[in-house]
């Protein structure tokens, strides 16, 4: 019995150390960073509107907050963590606990960092990422936003085939799960001209962006 009774042990022990072996690893970039912005005076009566994202979302922040103005309050957590990278469904699951809020919609979109992470890795980091949010925002209306397309290559680095490649990663859940879509890689492949680097875009195109992200938004919260 004794013999039996100390295998058992020694499992259940060794289960968390298990547990633990088999979470991803974290891969760097040289620089890492994470943006959140909440309301300086949230109305009570409005919905709540959470955007996750990069820094081409950060940029049309701005934007999407004017323009849902006196119908939404509208909060950001913008980070360079990659689908993949086990600190991201944390750092949405911190988010929610500093906010305490109840999330009618999230507009969420990740895809642009974490270019030393395979697709199949971006492809396995995918469910952990959509479980974050949704425990996260219980019952609100979702919305993935595509990962836009890039004026200048680089390797390493991101490139357009890649980017194609995590879109239709994430088509693949978000269609499953009957998510709605914000194409922004459809609308800024229109307009080469509005980058202002290799990767992000200018005023006028945060605003094109911004236009999009709360007509999509106004639709679902209106239904």
């Known amino acids: 019995m004794f ?118 890795e971006y492809k396995n980091g995918f469910s952990p990422f959509l479980r974050a949010i949704k425990a996260s925002a219980p019952g609100a209306r979702l919305v993935w936003a595509t990962t836009t397309p890039v004026k200048t290559e680089a390797s390493p680095g991101p490139t357009n085939s890649r980017i194609d490649s995590r879109n239709a990663i994430a088509n693949e859940f978000v269609k499953k799960d009957g998510i709605a879509v914000d194409d922004q890689h459809e609308l800024m492949a229109h307009h080469p001209d509005m980058y202002q680097d290799s990767v992000h875009f200018n005023g006028d195109g945060a605003e094109l962006q911004a236009a999009q992200v709360v007509g999509t938004i106004n639709s679902l919260l209106t239904k």
């Open 3 to 120: 013999p039996r009774l100390l295998t058992g042990l020694l499992i259940v022990s060794a289960m968390p150390i298990f547990l633990f072996a088999q979470e991803a690893a974290s891969i760097p970039e040289e620089i890492e960073w994470t943006w959140e912005v909440r309301p300086t005076s949230a109305d009570a009566k409005l919905p709540n509107v959470l955007l996750i994202g990069d820094s081409i979302t950060r940029d049309y922040f701005p934007a999407v907050t004017r323009l849902l103005a006196g119908r939404a309050n509208v909060y950001l957590i913008a980070t360079s963590a990659c689908v993949g990278d086990p600190r991201l469904p944390r750092q949405i699951d911190d988010f929610s606990a500093l906010e305490g809020v109840h999330f009618s919609l999230v507009h969420f979109n990740n895809g642009m960092h974490g270019w030393a992470y395979s697709e199949s």
